[in-house]
């Protein structure tokens, strides 16, 4: 008998920085998932990558049967290295299927501390859409539930490792930096979450993204901020250590997404366009056969 758990991935963050120091983003789940299984039949792994494979033994571990051995499955629509929170969905999809499979459950900040053993993670696994020090852990703060949003998704090319973009020299002194807009961005998003008002939503995840040009560039990302307003959208947001972002529909614009994808890559044609999805609250469900 196994046990599968499926995680939402991510259109980057609405809004990442710091503030006096203190690492924080706003997570942006998307209707996109990955999914982990976990049996005991004998087969080899299948798509089981060493960090998920390290929070199945971790949790096992943590919850005093070390001695268990499983076989991990892992299937995904989240694509890797593009800042869509592929890993952070394996990892803790891996523990709480593992908690499952060994009779008990975690609690949202159980996983945390477990992903945040292996690597740094977004808080997608939280329900809702939550502030949170994707480091340390040391702000787990729930922010609100979305409203109904579309999200464009494009993407600028290549791949960044997240482990290496969070250990980089320079960055505590660029993120201080941008404080302020990162400050604005954040009062923006909250009161939007809080009102449900989507264009306070899309205004400050823009702020956030313009300011992280100098931290992580998106080549045309003014260019498509300029044009998406014209159809409509109420804002676009990145993946801050990563190579996608995304344009913020709210749903009565449903109908102006198709339009403006192909202006904007009309405009900038060496970005590639992904797919759309809706912005979610964030969470991981048991899927029952």
Same mark, same amino acid.
């Given at each position: 008998m196994g046990v599968k758990v499926r995680a939402p991935g991510t259109c980057g963050e609405l809004v990442q920085g710091t503030i006096d120091g203190v690492n924080f983003l706003i997570t942006c789940p998307?209707?996109?998932?990955?999914? #982990? /299984?976990?049996? +005991? $039949?004998? %087969?080899?792994?299948?798509n089981a990558g060493n960090k998920t494979l390290t929070a199945v033994r971790k949790t096992?571990? =943590?919850?005093?049967?070390?001695?268990? %051995? #499983?076989?991990?499955? #892992? %299937?995904?629509?989240?694509?890797?290295?593009?800042? &869509?929170?592929?890993?952070?969905?394996?990892?803790?999809?891996? +523990?709480?299927?593992?908690?499952? =499979?060994?009779?008990?459950?975690l609690t949202p900040d159980q996983i945390a501390d477990i992903a945040l053993s292996i690597e740094p993670?977004?808080?997608?696994?939280?329900?809702?859409?939550? *502030? *949170?020090?994707?480091?340390?852990?040391?702000?787990?703060?729930?922010?609100? &539930?979305?409203?109904?949003? =579309?999200?464009?998704?494009f993407d600028v090319g290549g791949e960044v490792d997240?482990?290496?973009?969070?250990?980089?020299? $320079?960055?505590?002194?660029?993120?201080?930096? @941008?404080? @302020?807009q990162v400050r604005q961005a954040l009062d923006l998003v909250r009161r939007g979450l809080e009102t449900g008002d989507?264009?306070?939503?899309?205004q400050g995840a823009t702020i956030s993204a313009i300011a992280n040009q100098a931290i992580l560039y @998106?080549? +045309?990302? /003014?260019?498509?901020?300029?044009?998406?307003? %014209?159809?409509?959208?109420?804002g676009v947001n990145v993946a801050h250590s990563g190579t996608v972002l995304g344009v913020l529909f709210p749903a009565d614009r449903k109908a102006a997404i198709g339009p403006c994808v192909n202006a904007v890559l009309a405009a900038c044609p060496s970005i590639t366009f992904f797919r759309t999805v809706r912005l979610i609250?964030?969470?991981?469900?048991?899927?029952?056969?």
């Open positions: 998307v209707d996109l998932y990955s999914e #982990v /299984e976990i049996t +005991c $039949d004998g %087969r080899s792994h299948q096992l571990e =943590f919850l005093g049967h070390g001695d268990v %051995r #499983v076989r991990v499955r #892992v %299937r995904s629509d989240l694509p890797i290295g593009k800042g &869509m929170a592929s890993s952070s969905a394996d990892i803790s999809a891996a +523990c709480q299927a593992a908690a499952l =499979f060994a009779g008990r459950s993670t977004d808080g997608l696994f939280y329900p809702g859409i939550m *502030m *949170m020090d994707h480091v340390y852990g040391r702000i787990r703060r729930f922010l609100g &539930m979305p409203p109904a949003l =579309f999200i464009a998704v997240t482990e290496y973009f969070n250990r980089r020299s $320079d960055l505590a002194i660029l993120n201080a930096a @941008k404080e @302020k989507s264009s306070l939503i899309g @998106k080549p +045309c990302l /003014e260019t498509i901020v300029e044009i998406t307003a %014209r159809f409509g959208a109420v609250a964030g969470g991981l469900t048991i899927v029952r056969d």
